[in-house]
């Protein structure tokens, strides 16, 4: 048995009854209880349904990166442990603790964010991080949603971080008897540090910014502002100025400033409190902003002045309680509540807030804007994974923000010309493949959000569409469009980064803005991006019935192995990739032939263990997310069911390992939560949501204006657990054969409930008219 088993199997309760023997060992240490002020094992919360570790531990090809640490919901401020230097930021299985950063993306695959890094220590002022550093135990360490704790071995600090929207609280607990002192290497992030500075003002505040690069080896950089205020005046303090090569230099006390201006440098700043009899207890708050120091002393003034520790981390439990309360679930395990509400969590968490409390933020142009009053600015958008299922669930869960998002796309495009597929902070990154936004923005606007500028995000998405970007800019646009635009496919000669699965992004994409074009009257638009959206059928071989790279002379290139990794395909193989025409199912399924697309579908899930395979299903990316409720369009539903069920008690398990692959900011852990309500949106601009089992007896979706109805009420039969199967369904008291319901149907309110078997159903949701809709039964 691995050594995590003992930890991960704990119930709820058990896991309340660690943090009792945390705060007996911490006492014998010499730290007192009142660190743990608020912590008692009565609160029954949503919030306490939630376990921060899913997601830290090391998954297939150490993919698994998700932070433990506090934030609130889509919050700006992450603030959380880091056990690496240069990397995602927390890893369960590292046991070494380097200090703490206020800023963090939720399970993204490339080193990213790690901005004002901090670190408590005892004695005498030690600069270099070998030296500061600390192991740690998961024995001695804590989490839930606004909360983090951990004792650092080495001191014998006990930490803690809480977070509002825009500012951290850290309050450290010193040991009696040894010199207190609080370390800001302001070098470290966890990406490429580019410039930074800190200065010492009076005799309790550090402020300053850094300069970071954009992650994923973009080089376009950004600052980040903050202020840092302490509850106690300075005994000394000083600064430091060494190489990350040599090492630091030795502290300069009395120093009030210092500045870093090239890559090579390793600067910081400390502060230091006099030994006591008694352990001594530090606190410090911090705001930062995108803007400039002053808003981040704004943010700080606004959220965080004059409240206490134990109040910012019960409001934003308060917070967390709330979001998480939009969904009730019942009448499953203690396991899978503990699952799904870890899996909401992780879908809530991003994208996160860019303006600062006044309204200011930072826009594409570099310029300082100011958003709506009572509205808020959003970045960080993972376009590529979040737009199939993480968007779409904030969208019905939190319609109020997905309007403020998709009005944070148009203005993106308002301000740098362009729409990107995966914005960071106001930086064009280029990441991934197609037009994600325009199916985030479309979906949005046509499930009934409107509060937002359609007629600008329509200009940007319709030219994304359709032209290729300016040369010379930061944007890059959908690879091959001038080839898109004549030959009507991707070139493999001429785009070698995933010629075909460029292509059937861009159709998606097209697909969505189609569907778009016809909710606003654009009828001469809607045709030319319906013959759009079928495009990807130029890349498909009715030979040997796959899609395939193709040449700009129109030859298959050859050999072809579909099971082949890349060849064609962006992070996938052949086998991937066959599944992926999310409008265009209905063709899909008659141009492979039904016995036949059955079959290939069937030996996809033909796996012993999960892994990433060639040819058979990969859990652990985007690529074929949406595979498992493609039987839903090929007439056997039951398939589906029976492959979700596995998925999800194969690959979701209430450990750190319990996400599979990158959760790339709530994209897998949506897959989750929707899947285990018994729903999943294979199109989601169609509006059409495949229906699978849920897991639960009962589940309440409290529904939010501007939607009309005020509840969704979805029920099941006793013991869902080992009644995988669906026998019937009744959508508001009627019969319902079809396998989908429409998006309107959850939003306008009302409820389904399924009858569940044991045995699969198979005259239920199998025939044609039952399949959901595809793009081959409209005409523009």
């Known amino acids: ?62 993919t698994e990166n998700l932070y433990p640490g506090p934030v609130a919901p889509f919050g700006m401020v992450q603030l959380s442990p880091d056990t690496e230097d240069h990397g995602l930021g927390y890893h369960y299985d590292q046991m070494t603790i380097k200090g703490f950063s206020m800023t963090h993306m939720s399970g993204v695959g490339c080193p990213n964010e790690g901005e004002v890094f901090m670190m408590p220590t005892t004695g005498a002022v030690a600069t270099q991080e070998s030296e500061f550093q600390s192991p740690y135990s998961h024995n001695q360490e804590s989490a839930s949603p606004g909360y983090f704790q951990v004792r650092l071995d080495r001191s014998g600090v006990n930490a803690e ?68 205020h302490f509850d106690r005046a300075f005994s000394q303090f000083g600064t430091w100025n060494g190489t990350l090569k040599g090492g630091a230099a030795a502290p300069a006390a009395g120093t009030r400033s210092i500045t870093q201006t090239n890559q090579d440098q390793w600067v910081g700043a400390y502060a230091t409190w006099p030994s006591s009899a008694q352990p001594q207890i530090v606190t410090a708050q911090i705001g930062i902003s995108y803007v400039d120091l002053a808003g981040a002393k704004n943010n700080l003034k606004t959220e965080a002045t004059g409240k206490t520790f134990d109040q910012i981390h019960h409001s934003t439990e308060a917070a967390w309680n709330e979001a998480l309360s ?104 280029n990441v991934m493949a197609g037009s994600p936004l325009s199916v985030i923005v479309s979906t949005a606007y046509l499930d009934g959000l409107h509060d937002f500028d359609i007629n600008t995000a329509w200009e940007g998405m319709w030219k994304d569409a359709t032209e290729a970007a300016p040369a010379g800019k930061f944007y890059q646009g959908q690879l091959g469009m001038d080839w898109i635009n004549n030959v009507h496919y991707v070139p493999n000669d001429k785009v070698d980064y995933g010629s075909v699965s460029q292509l059937q992004e861009d159709t998606i994409a097209y697909a969505s803005l189609y569907r778009l074009a016809k909710a606003l009257g654009k009828t001469d638009d809607a045709k030319k991006l319906y013959e759009r959206a079928l495009f990807h059928r130029n890349l498909f071989d009715t030979e040997d019935r796959y899609f395939r790279p193709r040449n700009a002379d129109g030859k298959w290139v050859e050999p072809f192995d579909p099971a082949q990794d890349g060849h064609g395909f962006i992070e996938g193989s052949g086998w991937h990739y066959q599944w992926f025409a999310p409008a265009d199912l209905k063709w899909l399924v008659n141009a492979v032939g039904e016995d036949l697309f059955n079959k290939r579908l069937t030996e996809f899930f033909n796996y012993k263990t999960p892994g990433w395979y060639g040819q058979y299903y990969n859990p652990y990316n985007e690529t074929d997310l949406e595979a498992p409720f493609e039987f839903n369009f090929s007439g056997k539903p039951w398939e589906t069911q029976r ?138």
């Open 1 to 62: 048995m691995s050594v995590r088993s003992p930890f991960l199997q704990l119930s709820s309760t058990s896991r309340i009854g660690v943090v009792s023997l945390v705060l007996v060992s911490l006492a014998i240490n010499g730290t007192t209880a009142s660190a743990f002020a608020g912590k008692t094992a009565s609160e029954a919360t949503l919030a306490r349904k939630v376990n921060s570790f899913i997601g830290t531990g090391k998954g297939p090809g150490d």
């Open 643 to 780: 492959v979700v069920r596995r998925v999800l008690r194969e690959d979701y398990p209430d450990t750190p390992d319990g996400i599979p692959g990158n959760d790339d900011c709530g994209e897998m852990s949506s897959w989750a939560a929707m899947s285990m309500m018994g729903f999943y949106s294979v199109d989601p601009a169609s509006l059409a949501y495949e229906l699978t089992s849920p897991v639960f007896t009962k589940v309440v979706i409290h529904l939010q204006a501007p939607y009309k109805g005020k509840t969704f009420t979805i029920e099941a039969t006793p013991n869902p657990e080992s009644t995988p199967y669906i026998q019937s369904v009744k959508l508001n008291g009627a019969n319902n054969t079809h396998n989908w319901i429409d998006f309107h149907s959850i939003s306008n309110g009302g409820s389904i409930s399924f009858v569940l078997g044991a045995s699969p159903n198979e005259s239920w949701g199998s025939a044609a008219n039952d399949a959901p809709p595809s793009l081959g039964d409209e005409q523009p």
């Open 326 to 429: 939009v969904i009730d679930v019942s009448g499953g395990t203690e396991t899978d509540e503990r699952v799904f509400y870890t899996a909401l969590y992780h879908s809530l968490l991003m994208p996160n807030i860019l303006s600062d409390v006044d309204g200011r933020y930072i826009g594409f142009d570099h310029a300082i804007h100011q958003v709506k009053p009572g509205h808020l600015l959003y970045g960080n958008f993972s376009g590529w994974d979040i737009y199939r299922s993480q968007m779409p669930l904030v969208a019905l869960l939190e319609p109020k923000r997905t309007e403020d998002m998709a009005e944070s796309v148009a203005l993106m495009y308002r301000q740098g010309g362009w729409i990107d597929r995966w914005p960071q902070i106001n930086a064009y990154t």
């Open 161 to 228: 971080l809480t977070a509002t929207e825009r500012t951290g609280m850290v309050r450290f607990t010193y040991p009696a008897g040894q010199p207190a002192n609080f370390l800001l290497p302001i070098s470290h992030t966890l990406n490429h540090t580019t410039a930074a500075e800190a200065r010492i003002v009076g005799g309790r505040d550090i402020e300053g910014y850094v300069e970071n690069e954009a992650f994923c080896d973009v080089k376009q950089t950004y600052k980040t502002y903050f202020i840092i």
